[in-house]
């Protein structure tokens, strides 16, 4: 997953020329609801709802993937394979690791919004 990049620059900068002067907020949207999502992961992990946990994760892969954040979304994607295998054991971890992967995503974006 290492060699996945945090920021698909190519696919945000087609968001960009599409959205134009509503990227800002796109982006904002975008950061504000996987905050969100993030702590929907985390109550379904705490309520044993595997789920619950796949259709959290499945949703914000997508979210992640539409975004130019691909290394995010695979953490999203193992989530959601192991809640619909209703594996939850190694679960706790990779949501810690998408909550990192987030930050530093969250970090990146808006040095590119503040630069473009």
């Known amino acids: 997953m290492n060699e996945t990049p945090h920021l698909d620059q190519e696919a945000l900068a087609e968001l960009q020329d599409v959205m134009d ?3 800002g907020v ?3 949207t975008f950061l504000n609801d996987s905050r969100e999502r993030i ?4 109550q379904a ?3 044993q709802d595997p789920e619950a946990l796949a259709q959290m994760a499945h949703s914000f892969k997508g979210s992640c ?3 130019g954040a691909p290394r995010l979304g695979a953490l ?4 959601e394979k192991a809640g619909k295998e209703r594996r939850l054991d190694d679960v706790p ?3 810690d690791a998408i909550g990192a992967e987030f930050r530093e995503v969250s970090g990146m974006l808006e040095i590119f919004v503040a630069n473009n």
Not at 76 to 79: D, E, G, L
């Open 76 to 79: 999203c994607q193992i989530v």
């Open 39 to 42: 702590e929907g992961l985390r």
């Open 26 to 28: 796109l982006i904002e």
């Open 45 to 47: 992990l705490e309520g």
């Open 93 to 95: 971890a990779t949501v």
């Open 21 to 23: 002067d509503e990227f």
């Open 65 to 67: 993937i539409n975004m």
